[in-house]
């Protein structure tokens, strides 16, 4: 797959990523406005019904705290000595109070996202407007003609204490607000506004400001509760995607894990079937361009033969990478794991290439540091490492070019190899794309002779296979350097000359031990 290919993939890619999420956008957007054109108050359904939710809790949260204040003021309505109508308006509010309360029970236990929302709303606000009128028709029955001033200042601060709670319970449903507290606050201004008095007035116009305030206020209150369901619902929808979207993810995995068992059985039933016949080209066509049983009566057809065999033994080489890969990827090929010298692993791969060296007219150097200990690994799989990196740096290294070959000591106190060339380089971008199954570099590709692809990835997962590490840097026109990397856990520490006679010295020792038990 060329570079190109690789960009056109990626940006389809992420071009059909924006399109999904902007299909989703869309559909949520359409989806948000349908609901509010549904809806009595603007907002979603079920928005609403969260919030008339939140109101009934708020409300059975404070059913404690409002007869508390409930008996207080009338406590200080039967200071002048009328107990019977401060009694009497007392039953009144708590009559109220629990008709309130018993309507949020009754929602909260019976009511649904789908339940008619604008009837509970109606009931909920003409409770909410009793309850103002009740709280109201204290300022109305308290006598004041013969009360002191402070009782006056008492009952405008408790009033105002009152619409603030009544406020704060009631945010969440606009309408219950405004019906809670409007007719109290309507009863301040008129009471202490018809006083005449400057003083009075002020208090008038405050009673208004203050209930004015607490409407701006309980719209806040609303919208910042709206704000956050609205948060809630967009974490609830993106969890859902996301769990959609795991959803499609394991089954992507599990048909993909399908696929690659349905690959391998392919492979494995098909090496057989491919490599009988590539074996019978293979060996007919080197008898015939060998001329074993006699001279071919025409030089064209020799040189059929030639082409025959040498496209048999590519196709046979291919044919043995991709199952080697295969066999990697799929978890079934087995390290036979011994103690290796890869200085002399490294020897006997540069004597097998060596005929194609020469022919190219390259120079291969070696640089091998000495009294290297021994290596824990497969000696096939790493003679495979060898073979496939030296064979690339001869394929695409020109003509009177030079290789080195590097065997050491690694930082960490394990060892590597490095195989490095002074061919055309791989650009940065096509790194990538050069170490991906199948893929080849455009500059190798018109400079050197054609490949399969997996050389590298097949390198690259025997490495890994034995904890190693696997690192490619090339520069355009510098050439290219490859280092295997094997871990300290794999090398094999000498052990220290054997001291025969502190052995034998010990020997004795044991001797004499054991002869003086016996004595004794």
């Not at 990697?328 to 002399?344: D, F, Q």
Request: aromatic share 6%; hydrophobic share 45%.
């Amino acid at each position: 797959m060329s570079d190109s290919a690789v960009q056109n993939s990626a940006d389809k890619a992420v071009l059909n990523r924006q399109r999904s999420d902007r299909r989703r956008a869309v559909s949520r957007t359409l989806k948000d406005v349908r609901e509010q054109l549904n809806s009595d108050t603007g907002t979603r359904p079920q928005f609403d019904f969260e919030l008339m939710l939140m109101y009934a809790k708020n409300r059975q949260g404070a059913s404690f705290a409002m007869p508390v204040f409930a008996l207080v003021m009338a406590g200080a309505l039967s200071v002048p000595g009328d107990h019977v109508t401060a009694g009497s308006w007392l039953m009144v509010t708590l009559c109220v109070h629990a008709l309130v309360l018993f309507l949020c029970s009754r929602f909260e236990k019976t009511a649904r996202p789908d339940a008619p929302l604008r009837a509970w709303r109606t009931r909920f606000t003409l409770a909410e407007l009793l309850h103002g009128m009740t709280w109201a028709g204290a300022m109305v029955v308290a006598p004041h003609a013969d009360a002191p001033a402070a009782l006056e200042i008492f009952e405008f601060g408790a009033m105002l204490v009152i619409i603030a709670v009544s406020t704060m319970l009631s945010s969440n449903l606009p309408s219950a607000v405004v019906a809670s507290t409007t007719p109290l606050a309507a009863v301040l201004a008129l009471h202490f506004g018809l006083r005449g008095d400057s003083l009075y007035l002020a208090m008038a116009i405050m009673a208004l400001g203050a209930h004015v305030f607490f409407l701006v206020l309980a719209g806040r209150v609303q919208k910042t509760s709206l704000t956050m369901l609205e948060y809630r619902a967009e974490k609830d929808s993106l969890i859902g995607e996301l769990e959609q979207a795991k959803a499609i993810s394991d089954e992507s995995r599990r048909r993909a894990e399908e696929a690659n068992l349905a690959k391998s059985r392919f492979l494995a039933t098909m090496s057989h079937e491919l490599r009988t016949p590539l074996n019978a080209i293979l060996g007919f066509s080197e008898v015939m361009k060998s001329e074993v049983f006699g001279p071919l009566p025409n030089q064209q057809y020799k040189d059929y033969a030639n082409d025959i065999h040498s496209s048999g033994q590519h196709l046979l080489n291919l044919i043995n990478e991709i199952l080697d890969l295969s066999r990697i990827e799929a978890g079934r090929h087995e390290l036979n794991e011994e103690a290796v010298t890869l200085s002399h692993i490294v020897e006997d791969c540069h004597y097998l290439l060596q005929i194609k060296a020469k022919n190219k007219n390259l120079q291969i150097t070696e640089q091998f540091e000495p009294g290297l200990p021994r290596l824990w690994a497969d000696e096939r799989a790493i003679r495979q490492v060898v073979l496939n990196l030296l064979s690339n740096a001869i394929k695409f290294t020109p003509t009177g070019g030079q290789i080195w070959l590097k065997v050491g000591w690694t930082a960490g106190g394990g060892q590597y190899i490095a195989v490095k060339d002074s061919g055309p380089g791989v650009p940065e971008e096509e790194i990538p794309t050069v170490l991906s199954a199948f893929g080849q570099g455009s500059v190798a590709i018109k400079s050197a002779e054609p490949g399969t692809g997996l050389g590298l990835p097949i390198v690259q997962a025997l490495v890994k296979m034995h904890g190693g590490n696997f690192e490619f840097h090339s520069k355009l026109r510098e050439g290219t350097e490859v280092i295997v990397t094997f871990p300290r856990t794999r090398v094999m520490e000498a052990l220290g000359p054997i001291d025969e006679e502190a052995d034998s010295r010990t020997a004795r020792r044991a001797v004499r031990r054991a002869r003086l038990a016996r004595s004794a």
